[in-house]
């Protein structure tokens, strides 16, 4: 943020504020770090509670480990997760801006612009009781389905309101000139104002992104089949099982199937897209939370 | 506020007509969003009058049978609801009270950090679990404190400490549920009051400097003072998510063996309700969890707005 204070030299108690946060940052880091070198280190060594915070005998085994037992099932929720994420956010990020559109046009263009706001405050308060939520969304046939974790999040009703807040800064005379030109509402939406609306989108579609790649609740509400299952219920499904020790029954003892350290391995592999693509959601999910905050 | 005579009904109606003729697109434009709202939102609140039923999967809302109101005698009838019920709310409790000041003692700190390069990685560090889900910050925390193989216990060992399985006796998991969840959330939450601090202005600081202020009395004189409202504001929300434990957090890191201080009103619904098929009953468990949830979000709302004349709806 900013220097409060134009002193360049270190007093006692600047010692102690970075001395405090360096604990800080070093307690956020450490389970981190312990996991990359448990990950990267042999099973044996893991198991036997040899590793802390430098790996022993260093191995990619327990990477190869996936590639080599559960790549089919890692690619299939992988390849579910990526679509109801691109299909779910673009779904999510238009309903919500179209929605938005008429509520920041301002009570004397669009009457029911408080009926709106009321309805994504009320779905912000109350959410929803999950036995009928269940049975609802089982009644629309929507069960093991795509669509089952993308509909629920049509309109996220935080995000829309990130968007009104956005769109009612746009000048009025923007609107008149395109009424001049004889372009409807609709277009001066679509070729106006979403394009002048790209910081916002970006930074609701950031948050669109993670709430789809994260999604738990919603995929073990909805879904039961094994196919259709996303990356983050088929990673708790090998994390909670204890080890792959069935697989050793066939006849060869693998020694990575019984082991602590693949676990390791695939929380590192699950992080591995997020953490790639970190530096660009902090530049812009940091203003999103103040616009938000703002209203 | 202004205040006019109201015009009649009939008039107010033909004048929303003429707006709807002369608006039309705009009204059109909602109407995914508004068929969303009543699908989506309001007609599962609407279902919850299956907890006045006896409800069955194969009769639907329409065959099965009214029962009154057995389903809640029944809820406050069993021992268990009493268990989940006082889960719910101490995790809760220890959220606010332990989990609210530790977002504002960050924010406090990133902003008196003099080496920006630091600021920017401590803030790097912060925000980075938030994106994380449960399922990865839930495993990070029980393989780090793992009986054998994780490097708290690993550390105790050598100190001559009996290894302890954090995630196996109840006792614990309360504690862990907090630290994990400050530990997940606490960095993004100070973003907000990193902004609010931004807004103070400096020549205030200067001239407390000059009349021999130390940072603490700056920080108590100045800072929270200004930023109070924001304060408000986050303490009325966390309030109102008082009952909002979260499924994720609790389902990744319960196992049998803590069951009984891990269960949370969610975690029960879903493992009763929908697993063994007794929709009625933790139907009504959610109707009473929904109900004090909203009493806890007017009683707050309305103290605020007593003692501090301000609340979250204006």
Same mark, same amino acid.
């Given at each position: =943020? ?13 010692? #102690? ?10 307690? =956020? ?10 990950? &990267? ?40 997760? &990526? ?58 046939? &929507? ?36 009424? =001049? +030109? ?32 994260? =999604? ?27 080890? +792959? ?26 992080? #591995? ?23 | ?28 434009? $909602? ?9 989506? /939102? ?11 039923? /006896?409800?069955?999967? !194969? ?13 809640? /005698? ?9 268990? $989940? ?32 390069? !630091? ?80 807004? $103070? ?19 108590? /004189? ?93």
């Amino acid at each position: =943020m900013k220097q409060v204070s134009k002193n360049r030299r270190f007093s006692t108690s600047d010692y #102690l504020i970075h001395g405090a946060l360096g604990v800080i940052v070093i307690l =956020m880091i450490l389970p981190f770090w312990h996991e990359i070198v448990k990950s &990267l280190s042999a099973p044996g060594n893991v198991n036997a509670g040899q590793v802390t915070l430098w790996p022993v005998n260093p191995t990619l085994g327990n990477y190869v480990y996936y590639y080599r037992v559960h790549l089919t099932p890692l690619l299939r929720a992988f390849g579910v997760t &990526l679509w109801t994420t691109v299909v779910g956010t673009l779904w999510s990020v238009f309903f919500s801006a179209m929605t938005a559109y008429p509520v920041a046009r301002g009570k004397h263009h669009f009457k029911a612009a408080g009926l709106i706001m009321g309805l994504a405050v009320f779905s912000i308060v109350f959410t929803p009781p999950i036995i009928p939520y269940f049975l609802t969304i089982r009644g629309y046939g &929507l069960l093991n389905t795509g669509w089952a974790l993308i509909i629920p999040h049509t309109i996220v009703a935080f995000h829309m309101i990130i968007i009104v807040v956005f769109f009612r800064e746009i000048p009025e005379e923007i609107f008149d000139s395109c009424r =001049m +030109d004889g372009a409807g509402e609709f277009r001066v939406f679509l070729q106006i104002v979403l394009p002048l609306s790209k910081a916002v989108l970006a930074t609701v579609a950031i948050f669109s992104t993670i709430l789809f790649w994260n =999604m738990f609740l919603h995929a073990v509400l909805f879904i039961s089949d094994p196919r259709q299952q996303p990356i983050q219920i088929f990673v708790r499904s090998v994390l909670s099982g204890g080890g +792959d020790a069935a697989r050793t029954a066939g006849g060869t003892f693998d020694p990575f199937a019984e082991s602590e350290s693949i676990k390791s391995a695939l929380v590192i592999l699950t992080i #591995l897209p997020i953490a790639v693509v970190y530096p660009f959601l902090q530049k812009y999910f940091a203003k999103g939370i103040m616009v938000g905050s703002i209203k | 506020m202004r205040t006019r005579n109201k015009p009649s009904i009939a008039f107010q109606l033909s004048s929303l007509k003429d707006n709807i003729l002369h608006n039309k697109v705009l009204y059109l434009m $909602v109407i995914p969003g508004l068929v969303f709202f009543v699908m989506i /939102r309001i007609i599962p609140i609407l279902g919850s009058v299956i907890a006045w039923q /006896r409800y069955s999967i !194969f009769r639907g809302i329409l065959g099965s049978p009214w029962v009154g109101w057995a389903n809640f /005698r029944e809820m406050f009838a069993y021992e268990g609801f009493y268990r $989940v019920l006082s889960n719910t709310m101490l995790i809760g409790f220890y959220r606010v009270v332990i989990g609210f000041p530790v977002p504002i003692i960050l924010a406090l700190l990133l902003n008196e950090v003099k080496s920006i390069k !630091f600021q920017k990685f401590a803030q790097s560090a912060l925000y980075l679990p938030y994106f994380l889900s449960w399922v990865v910050v839930g495993q990070l925390f029980m393989n780090a404190l793992h009986p054998s193989t994780g490097i708290v216990n690993i550390l105790l060992t050598r100190f001559g400490v009996e290894p302890v399985f954090f995630f196996g006796q109840p006792q614990y998991f309360h504690a862990l549920v907090t630290i994990s969840y400050i530990w997940k959330f606490a960095g993004y939450q100070s973003i907000i009051y990193l902004a609010a601090i931004s807004t $103070v202005d400096p020549s205030l600081y200067e001239a407390a400097e000059i009349d021999g202020a130390g940072p603490l009395v700056k920080i108590f /004189r100045i800072t929270l003072p200004i930023i109070a409202p924001v304060i408000i504001i986050m303490m009325l929300l966390s309030i109102g998510q008082f009952m909002e434990i979260g499924f994720d957090q609790i389902y990744v890191m319960m196992n049998p063996l803590v069951r009984s201080t891990a269960d949370i009103f969610d975690t029960y619904i879903y493992r009763v309700g929908l697993v063994n098929g007794r929709f009625s009953i933790t139907t009504a468990i959610g109707l009473f969890k929904s109900l004090v949830g909203l009493v806890l979000i007017m009683g707050g709302n309305f103290i605020s707005q007593k003692w501090l004349g301000r609340g979250l709806f204006r």
